[in-house]
Antibody, heavy 121, light 111 residues
Framework: EGQLVESGGGLVQPGGSLRLSCAAS????????MSWVRQTQAPGKRLEWL??????????NYVDSVKGRFTISRDNAKNSLFLQMNNLRAEDTALYYC????????????WGQGTMVTVSS | EIVMTQSPLSLPVTPGEPASISCRSS???????????LDWYRQKPGQSPQLLIY???TRASGVPDRFSGSGSGTDFTLRISRVEAEDVGVYYC????????FGQGTRLDIK
């Protein structure tokens, strides 16, 4: 069964930057669409899809709330997915998951355990 | 943006009894290929979400057959035929027809 492990979360000040990583194993990473999803912690623990990246990195899609601030990239040689987050805001505070899948015909069938990002002064 | 609305938001269930969660979308999720792009996920306490049902009614690998999904267009339902203690968690529907959006989640607890 495939595995995803996120890292790189932490406390950052508003306006700051952070780069999250996601290490994939036990499945064919290079042939998989990959996505980032975040979950606010309170109230209600809402899930929000942030964006995805095609197998070869040639196509990326983002939700409007992070366009221009967040960038998804990947390194297939290292089975790794990344999320560069710039100009962070308090409302970006959440648990960030990487997941295999794009949406539509490509469902989110493997999820990591998440890495927590807190934006606060 | 397609808005997903779940009900109820809280669902206490006696073990062995059935349970049902409703999910409605603000637009039809029926693609012209005949598939409804509606998925169900369960998040057990302290864990990440897990795929249960995709394309409205297809169980994911390893999901027990007491879980079933139905519906088309804008109205969908997740049913558990006999709830077990391990089913505790938050259930989310998600549309994958356009930029994915999730429902608010339904918390299932054991009475």
């Amino acid at each position: 069964e495939g595995q995803l492990v996120e890292s790189g979360g932490g406390l950052v000040q508003p306006g700051g930057s952070l780069r999250l990583s996601c290490a994939a194993s036990r499945f064919s990473f290079s042939t998989s669409w990959m996505s980032w999803v975040r979950q606010t912690q309170a109230p209600g623990k809402r899930l929000e899809w942030l964006g995805n990246i095609k197998q070869d990195g040639s196509q990326k899609n983002y939700v409007d709330s992070v366009k221009g601030r967040f960038t998804i990239s990947r390194d297939n040689a290292k089975n790794s997915l990344f999320l560069q987050m710039n100009n962070l805001r308090a409302e970006d505070t959440a648990l960030y998951y990487c997941a295999r899948g794009a949406f539509g015909d490509s469902v989110f069938d493997i999820w990591g355990q998440g890495t927590m990002v807190t934006v606060s002064s | 943006e397609i808005v997903m609305t779940q009900s109820p938001l809280s669902l206490p269930v006696t073990p062995g009894e059935p349970a049902s969660i409703s999910c409605r979308s603000s637009q039809s999720l029926l693609h012209n290929n005949g598939y409804n792009y509606l998925d169900w996920y369960r998040q057990k306490p302290g864990q990440s979400p897990q795929l249960l049902i995709y394309s409205a009614s297809t169980r994911a690998s390893g999901v027990p057959d007491r879980f079933s999904g139905s519906g088309s267009g804008t109205d969908f339902t997740l049913r558990i035929s006999r709830v077990e203690a391990e089913d505790v968690g938050v259930y989310y529907c998600m549309q994958g027809l356009q930029t994915p959006t999730f429902g608010q989640g339904t918390r299932l607890d054991i009475k």
